[in-house]
């Protein structure tokens, strides 16, 4: 059983800088995959990045943030960071890690692609 757990949630001002970071427990090939999604009230969960973590360590980002966000294998280990800049009032949401063994072209921005998730990170900017 994967444990994912997110830090680095907080208030910012619109324009500002987070960065997310996602700590799991182990590493197999259930964490052949982390993911970020978000979801806020108004919306349903979204797909924020991907990290295929083995072979050429291919990442997949959402159309509308991929300007504005990084993700990357963190500074210790079993780690993937978020980074997010320009954050905007819409980008509030709690903020959730996520890890599956698949992330294929067809499955990375499915939330069903991923067997774990954190209990997620809040987010919140301020216009």
């Known amino acids: 059983q994967v444990r994912l757990v997110e830090s680095g949630g907080g208030s910012v001002e619109a324009g500002g800088s987070l960065r997310l970071s996602c700590e799991f427990s182990e590493d197999t090939a259930d964490t052949n995959c982390m993911a970020w999604f978000r979801q806020s009230p108004e919306k349903e969960r979204e797909v924020v990045a991907v990290?295929?973590?083995?072979?050429?360590?291919?990442?997949y980002y959402a159309d509308s943030l991929k300007d504005r966000i990084t993700i990357s294998q963190g500074n210790a280990k079993n780690m993937v960071s978020l980074q997010m800049d320009s954050l905007k009032p819409e980008d509030t949401a709690k903020y959730y890690c996520?890890?599956?063994?698949?992330?294929?072209?067809?499955?990375?921005?499915?939330?069903?692609?991923?067997?774990?998730w954190g209990p997620g990170t809040q987010v919140t900017v301020s216009s």
């Open positions: 996520a890890a599956g063994r698949n992330c294929g072209v067809y499955y990375w921005f499915r939330s069903t692609a991923y067997s774990y």
């Open positions: 990290l295929y973590r083995r072979g050429d360590g291919t990442r």
